[in-house]
């Protein structure tokens, strides 16, 4: 008896096997991985799209050169900011040379003369700078970028010596071009227009 349940265990373990060997689902074929494809994020904030490598390293690089531009105006603006205190600081210091370039150099220095002449200082925190932003459509005319800035000086106060009283500034929009001097990306131009707000 002891055989045959034994004989009996074994064929039914051998059939449970069998059973469970042929219920074991057939491993699906691995699919052919596809090449991933970049998405570039454009600087201007329109829509991701697929693109290129050379696309990607592309817009890499415009984007380091736009930092770099957004860096120098920066510069640009706490230099301004640090002047703008005490009329007799006024002057062209290494750090607009640095900064600045032809036509816009002049344009600084005129403002300077201007300041110390008007003995115009601000009496107040200063104006911020409320956005800065790439200028990609139509920013080429051999400049290296252009970028466009606002800043609401309408919370800033300022005094001059015939207007001791003092008075609130204005807002503006700036479009800034860049050139490359030297290695060193400096400011060479600027517009800009009176705005109600940023």
Do not use: H
């Not at 074994?10 to 042929?22: D, N, S």
């Not at 290129?52 to 900011?81: F, H, I, K, M």
């Amino acid at each position: 008896m002891q055989r045959t349940f034994r004989g009996i265990s074994a064929a039914l373990v051998g059939l449970g096997l069998a059973v469970l060997v042929g219920c074991t689902p057939t491993a699906a074929p691995s699919p052919i991985p596809t090449p991933s494809v970049p998405t570039c994020v454009p600087l201007d904030g329109a829509s991701p799209f697929p693109c290129t490598q050379a696309d990607l390293d592309a817009l890499a690089e415009q984007r380091a050169l736009y930092e770099e531009a957004e860096a120098v105006l920066g510069r640009y603006y706490s230099e301004v900011n640090r002047q703008e205190v005490d009329w007799r600081l006024r002057e062209m210091t290494p750090e607009f040379e640095a900064t600045t370039e032809g036509e816009f150099r002049e344009f600084t220095q005129q403002i300077i003369d201007l300041d110390r002449r008007d003995e115009a200082r601000r009496v107040s925190d200063p104006a911020p700078v409320m956005w800065v932003r790439p200028q990609l459509e139509g920013a080429s005319d051999g400049f290296v970028a252009v970028l466009r800035s606002c800043v609401d000086g309408t919370q800033a106060r300022y005094v001059t010596k015939a207007s001791p009283e003092p008075r609130p500034g204005v807002a503006y929009e700036f479009t800034y071009s860049f050139n490359r001097v030297n290695d060193a990306l400096k400011i060479a131009t600027s517009t800009f227009e009176g705005v109600k707000g940023c």
